[in-house]
């Protein structure tokens, strides 16, 4: 009997440390799964600032045609005062009008993102610039938001939006 109590008295320990060895390793394992995504979802997140920022350069550099190269063909546009703009011909249709407007600038710098697979968002504020009849400079500023989807690799804008905040004040020096 003595001989029986022990050997089940050993195969339940082994057990019980199996199932604490095999515990260990899932937990290890997932984890470690955990650490990937979140890892991933910076690398991405940086991607995509860095896309927003390209996005920047290459409507300073080049206008309309730099603001379109990242749209997607199928983008939506939900400008401040506008109707909403759907297709990449009615955003050049309307986006040509503004960069035609005398002096017409605009930059932008992106404050954040997020990204999670093939879809992600970035958010930041803007400036807009333009000469008036009289020669004088007129700006605005504001705040957006474009969501971005991966498309054969590249990031390219699906949805954007902007609207008009208070002209910033002046820093105040302590």
Do not use: C
């Not at 979802?41 to 920047?56: I, N, V, W, Y």
């Not at 955003?91 to 035609?100: A, G, L, P």
């Not at 605009?106 to 610039?129: C, H, M, N, Q």
């Amino acid at each position: 009997m003595k001989l029986r109590e022990r050997n089940a008295k050993t195969i339940s320990l082994r057990s019980a440390i199996f199932v604490a060895i095999a515990a260990a390793l899932i937990g290890y394992q997932l984890a470690g799964w955990r650490v990937t995504v979140a890892s991933a979802a910076r690398d991405r997140a940086r991607e995509l600032m860095e896309a927003d920022r390209a996005f920047d350069e290459a409507t300073a550099a080049e206008g309309a045609e730099g603001w379109l190269s990242f749209f997607a063909d199928d983008a939506v546009m939900l400008p401040a005062g506008s109707d909403v703009v759907v297709g990449k011909k009615a955003i050049r249709e309307f986006v040509q009008k503004r960069f035609s407007t005398p002096g017409f600038s605009l930059r932008w710098e992106p404050i954040d993102a997020y990204a999670s697979g093939d879809l992600g968002y970035t958010y930041g504020v803007f400036k807009s610039s333009r000469t008036d009849s009289d020669g004088k400079r007129l700006a605005s500023y504001g705040k957006y938001v474009t969501i971005w989807k991966r498309h054969r690799g590249e990031w390219k804008v699906a949805l954007d939006i902007g609207n008009d905040s208070p002209t910033p004040a002046a820093r105040q020096m302590d």
